[in-house]
C-alpha cells in the first residue's frame, strides 16, 4: 500500500504532523530512528527501507538540515524530501524539495528561535489555513524541553500551549501526569521542563521513541496507561544510568591531571542515550562545557553529546575543527558527535585551545545574573504572585534572582535518598525563610548552624497541608565568615583527604609521609617544621584548609596561620607524642634516677632500657625523657651507648634543657588544641585569622 506521508524524528514536531496530515486525509505513517542504530540525521538505510515500503514523500522533523547523503539518494529513488528544522545551517544546504527553517538565508521570518515542533506547527498552520489549536498543548511541551529563546513568538506559543495543557483532552498526556505526580491544573513550565519532558524523551534515549509518539496521538485509554507505565520504567532506568554515569564521570575529573577549560571524557559501555544529561550534570558541577563520549571499538567509533555554557558556542567551537569528527550537530549550548576513539586526545585539546583563544581557559562557574536585592519585607506570598505574572520562564526569560544578604542558619541539613539536597531554615531580618537547595546537599557538610551566609534564590510557594509559606529556592550561596570544622579525636573520614581546592598543613614530616598517598595532589601539602619555613610558605588561596597534625608550638601555627587564605578550617591535630598525658616527671621521679645513675657505672642504655625502667619502676618514654635532660645540662655522658655519673657536673636548673622545654611547650599546645573545648579552640584560631586582616 502506497504511503503518502512519512514524518522522521522529533516526538513533538511528529505529532503535530502526523495529526496534521491526518486531517488532511493522507495515509501518514511515522518512524523515529534509533539512535543507537540510525543515528541522529536522515539514514540512508532507513530511507532506503521505508521507501521499499512503499513512501511517496518524506518529511523530516527537527532534523534533516545537514543531511546531504540521505537526502540526495531519496531523490534518486523518486521520492522528494520536505525538511522542516530548527537547528544551525551548514554552509551547504541539502537539495530537498523544500526547507522549512526559521533561519533560512532565503527566507525573511521575523522570528528565528521556533523549537522543532515551532516550525512544524508554522507548517501545519499553512497546511490547514489555520492554527490547529488543538496542537498547542504539544508545542508548548517541545518548546519548553528544546531549552530554545521563550521570548517574541515562543512566549505566545507557550502561554497558549500550557492554556490548552491544563486542559487537554489527551488522554496519553492525562496517564502521563498521573504517573509522573503532575496536577492537570497546575501544570508549568517548570512541571512540563521536569516532569513530563524528561519523561517523553526517556524512552528514546534509552531505544525506541515511537512509544512517545503513540502516548501523545492515542485516543485508547488502555493503551495510554500501559505506555505511561512503560515510559515511567524507562525514565527509572534513564534516571539509574545518569546516576552511575555520572559518578563515573566526576571521579575521573577529580583524578584527572589538572582542570580543563573545556571537559571531554570518554570511556566504554556508558549508555549513549544519557550522555547529553550527564554533560549537562558536569557542566552544573563545574561550570565548564563537557563532552560525554561512549567508545564503541566493535564499531571503532565514539558517540556522546555535548553541554556548553553561555561564553563558548558549542557548535561553532566543534565547527572550527570538524574534520577531527565522522558527524557532529547542534547548537549554541548542546551537540552531538561522532569521532575515531584515536582523535579524542586531539578534540580535547583543540577544544581547549579554542576555549583559552576565547578567553574561557580560566572561567570558573558560570556567573548567576542577580535580578535585585531582596529585603526581608519583600519575602511574601503577594510578591511570589507578581512574579509569576512574568512567566513563563526559561532561556531568554530566567526566573527572577534575588540577592539575600545577611541570613543566619537556624537549621541545615541534607534531605533525599542520597542526601544530595539541602534543606535550610534561615532567619533573615523579622522573617523566617525556607530554603531548598536541589542538588546543594554536599554544602551541608560545609555549613555551620549560627553561620551567617548571603544567598542567591529564587522566591516561590511551598504548600503542606493547605498552608503556604514563601521558600528560596537556591542558586548559589557564600558564607560571609571563616568556619571551623573540628575532627579530632574521632575517626576522620576518607573523602576529607581528597576535598578539591584544599590545602593540608604538616608539622611532622613522618605523618606528611604517612598519609601523602591519601592526598589527591601532593601540591597541596605543606611542611612546617620550624619558624623559618613559614616565610617561604607558599599558600595560596583554598576554599578549605586542614590543619592535619598538633604542631610543636602555639607560636609556630600562629604564624602559619597567617599565612593561610581560606573560608573554612579543618582542624584534626593529630598526634602521636601525647606530651599533655605524658606530662613532665615529677621532681620526685628525677631524683630517684639521678640517686640510680650516680651510684651505678657503665650502663648500657641502649640494650637495657626496658630492664632498667623496670627496676627504677619508671615507664621507658619518662626514663628516656629523663636521662636526656640529665644528658643536655651535663649531668650524665653517653659514649658507644654506655651512660656514666660525671662527679664534675656544675648544679644546673632542669628547666633550662632544651628538651625540658620543648616538653613544657608540646603540652602547652597540646592542652590548648587537643584536650580544650572546640569553642576555646576555634575562638583562638580565629583571633589568629582575623588578627592578621586587623
Request: net charge negative.
Amino acid at each position: 500500500m502506497s504511503k503518502d506521508y512519512l514524518s522522521l524524528y522529533g516526538v513533538t514536531s511528529t505529532a503535530v504532523l502526523v495529526e496534521t496530515l491526518e486531517m488532511m486525509g493522507a495515509d501518514v505513517h511515522f518512524y523515529i530512528p534509533n539512535r543507537f542504530t540510525d543515528g541522529y540525521g536522515p539514514n540512508i538505510e532507513a530511507f532506503k527501507k521505508i521507501i521499499e515500503e512503499g513512501t511517496n514523500l518524506i518529511v523530516t522533523c527537527d532534523n534533516g538540515v545537514s543531511g546531504h547523503d540521505a537526502i540526495q539518494e531519496a531523490t534518486k529513488m523518486g521520492v522528494e524530501v520536505i525538511v522542516t528544522d530548527h537547528h544551525e545551517m551548514p554552509e551547504v544546504l541539502p537539495e530537498a524539495y523544500a526547507i522549512v527553517h526559521p533561519r533560512h538565508p532565503e527566507g525573511q521570518y521575523p522570528f528565528g528561535d521556533l523549537a522543532g515542533v515551532g516550525v512544524a506547527f508554522k507548517l501545519a498552520t499553512a497546511l490547514l489555513g489555520e492554527a490547529p489549536i488543538e496542537c498547542m498543548d504539544l508545542v508548548a511541551i517541545g518548546t519548553i524541553a528544546d531549552l530554545v529563546s521563550l521570548r517574541e513568538e515562543n512566549r505566545a506559543l507557550v502561554i497558549h500551549g500550557l492554556e490548552v495543557l491544563r486542559n487537554t483532552e489527551r488522554v496519553g498526556l492525562d496517564a502521563l501526569y498521573k504517573s509522573a505526580g503532575v496536577k492537570k491544573n497546575e501544570i508549568d513550565e517548570g512541571s512540563i521542563g521536569f516532569a513530563v519532558a524528561p519523561r517523553l524523551n526517556a524512552v528514546g534515549r534509552l531505544g525506541d521513541a515511537s512509544p512517545a509518539v503513540q502516548l501523545l496521538t492515542t485516543f485508547d485509554q488502555a493503551k495510554a496507561e500501559q505506555t505511561a507505565h512503560l515510559i515511567e520504567q524507562k525514565n527509572h532506568d534513564r534516571k539509574k544510568y545518569v546516576k552511575e554515569i555520572t559518578a563515573e564521570v566526576l571521579e575521573m575529573i577529580e583524578k584527572g591531571p589538572e582542570e580543563q577549560a573545556v571537559y571531554v571524557l570518554a570511556k566504554e559501555n556508558w549508555h549513549e542515550g544519557v550522555l547529553g544529561i550527564v554533560a549537562s550534570k558536569v557542566v552544573e558541577k563545574t561550570g565548564k562545557p563537557a563532552i560525554i563520549l561512549n567508545i564503541d571499538k566493535e564499531k571503532g567509533v565514539a558517540k556522546g553529546s555535548g553541554r556548553s555554557v553561555s561564553s563558548l558556542h558549542l557548535y561553532q567551537a566543534l565547527d572550527s575543527i570538524r574534520s577531527l569528527m565522522e558527524a557532529f550537530g547542534g547548537h549554541h549550548m548542546a551537540a552531538g558527535l561522532s569521532i575515531q576513539p584515536e582523535n579524542i586526545d586531539l578534540l580535547r585539546q583543540q577544544l581547549n585551545e579554542y576555549a583559552a583563544s576565547n578567553g574561557m581557559a580560566d572561567q570558573r562557574k558560570e556567573e548567576v545574573e542577580i535580578t535585585a536585592l531582596l529585603k526581608p519585607e519583600e519575602c511574601t506570598i503577594q510578591t511570589v504572585e507578581e512574579i509569576k505574572k512574568l512567566a513563563p520562564f526559561g532561556t531568554d526569560n530566567p526566573f527572577p534572582n534575588f540577592l539575600i544578604q545577611d541570613a543566619t542558619v537556624n537549621e541545615i541539613r541534607q534531605i533525599g535518598a542520597d542526601r544530595t539536597h539541602l534543606k535550610m531554615t534561615l532567619q533573615y531580618g523579622d522573617k523566617t525563610l525556607d530554603t531548598i537547595g536541589f542538588g546543594f546537599g554536599n554544602y551541608g557538610e560545609w555549613i555551620n548552624q549560627n553561620t551567617t551566609l548571603s544567598l542567591i534564590g529564587q522566591l516561590t510557594i511551598n504548600e503542606w497541608r493547605g498552608v503556604k509559606k514563601v521558600q528560596i529556592r537556591l542558586e548559589d550561596l557564600k558564607v560571609e565568615e571563616l568556619q571551623y570544622f573540628d575532627f579530632r579525636g574521632g575517626h576522620v573520614p576518607d573523602n576529607i583527604w581528597k576535598l578539591s581546592h584544599t590545602g593540608y598543613l604538616f608539622f611532622d614530616p613522618t605523618i606528611a609521609q604517612q598519609l601523602a598517598f591519601k592526598i589527591s595532589s601532593e601540591n597541596n601539602m605543606y611542611l612546617v617544621e620550624k619558624n623559618s619555613d613559614v616565610e617561604t610558605l607558599p599558600i595560596n588561596e583554598f576554599e578549605r584548609f586542614v590543619l592535619v597534625d598538633c604542631p610543636p608550638t602555639l607560636d609556630l601555627l600562629q604564624q602559619t596561620l597567617q599565612k593561610i587564605n581560606a573560608n573554612n578550617i579543618l582542624y584534626i591535630f593529630h598526634s602521636q607524642k601525647n606530651a599533655y598525658l605524658e606530662g613532665i616527671p615529677s621532681r620526685e621521679q628525677f631524683a630517684t634516677v639521678y640517686k640510680f645513675l650516680a651510684s651505678h657505672r657503665n650502663i648500657d642504655v641502649r640494650n637495657q632500657l626496658k630492664l632498667l625502667a623496670k627496676t627504677l619502676k619508671v615507664k621507658e618514654k619518662r626514663l628516656i625523657f629523663i636521662i636526656s635532660v640529665f644528658f643536655e645540662v651535663g649531668f650524665v655522658k653517653i659514649e658507644d651507648g654506655i651512660l656514666n655519673y660525671r662527679k664534675d657536673a656544675p648544679k644546673t636548673d632542669l628547666t633550662t634543657s632544651h628538651t625540658y622545654q620543648k616538653r613544657q611547650l608540646q603540652i602547652e599546645t597540646e592542652e590548648a588544641l587537643l584536650f580544650s573545648h572546640s569553642s576555646d579552640v576555634e575562638g583562638w584560631l580565629d583571633h589568629q585569622m582575623n588578627g592578621m586582616e586587623n
